[in-house]
């Protein structure tokens, strides 16, 4: 049974960055479309950013430029680097994964992936 594990969430002042981690456990994500997600309160969960299994990568409007999403096959794990912080970058994100060899900017407005994470807590303030 596949499982991911988030981590590296906490609370950082505006300007700040974060680096989130999500290991996957019970198989190998080299085969893998892997994304982060997020969700603030009282809104709908939202695409982050998406990369491929070949390294493709997408990113939301919102933070675009400002985060990057990598993976380490050998690690079996997908990161987060959150630069620039601003308020509305508080959420609760979410690592999600699926082995379908799933493609395309159009996975950021999908909820389809096989495997979710439990969530780490991302809080920004002023």
């Known amino acids: 049974q596949v499982q991911l594990v988030e981590s590296g969430g906490g609370s950082v002042q505006a300007g700040g960055s974060l680096r989130l981690s999500c290991v996957a456990y019970g198989t190998t994500v080299s085969r893998y479309s892997l994304a982060w997600y997020r969700q603030a309160p009282g809104k709908s969960r939202e695409g982050v950013a998406v990369?491929?299994?070949?390294?493709?990568?997408f990113y939301a409007d919102s933070v675009e430029g400002r985060f990057t999403i990598s993976r380490d096959n050998a690690k079996n794990t997908v990161y987060l680097e959150m630069n620039s912080l601003q308020l509305e970058d508080s959420a609760d994100y979410y690592c999600?994964?699926?082995?379908?060899?799933?493609?395309?900017?159009?996975?950021?407005?999908?909820?389809?992936?096989?495997?979710w994470g439990q969530g780490t807590q991302v809080t920004v303030s002023s």
């Open positions: 990369i491929e299994r070949e390294g493709t990568t």
């Open positions: 999600a994964a699926d082995p379908r060899g799933l493609v395309g900017r159009w996975l950021l407005q999908t909820l389809d992936f096989r495997t």
